[in-house]
């Protein structure tokens, strides 16, 4: 180590909303996602709010894919490298991805099989 040059870490971080509520304008379904850059590493965490009820099924995948696969959701990075090229503005950019929140993912079990 003696006599090397050690660069500074580097750091960013960004946060972007996106809804999927009325006209995908207004409503309170949605997500918000977070980046943080820590020297060489990105991670992005995604909090989402999706559609509630058994035959919402559909709109919930497709929302889901929607926001994974929105090529704008967060502003690009400057100088920091991400995964295939990217410039952090997707959410697959990233390195580590963490999804959470309100699935409102609905299990149907038969009336049998029911524990009540």
């Not at 989402?48 to 690009?76: F, T, W, Y």
């Not at 920091?80 to 609905?106: K, Q, S």
Request: proline letters at 4%; charged letters at 20%; a neutral charge.
């Amino acid at each position: 180590m003696r006599g090397q040059a050690v660069s500074a870490p580097r750091y960013d971080s960004a946060v972007g909303l996106t809804f999927s509520g009325l006209g995908n304008i207004y409503g309170n379904k949605g997500a918000i996602v977070a980046r943080m850059v820590i020297d060489d590493t990105s991670l992005c965490f995604i909090n989402v709010h999706l559609a509630a009820g058994q035959s919402q099924k559909a709109a919930r995948n497709a929302d889901l894919n929607a926001i994974m696969e929105d090529k704008a959701i967060l502003p690009a990075s400057g100088e920091v490298p991400f995964v295939h090229g990217g410039d952090g503005t997707a959410i697959l950019d990233h390195e580590l991805v963490v999804l959470n929140g309100d699935l409102n993912v609905r299990r149907c079990l038969p009336l049998s099989k029911n524990p009540r």
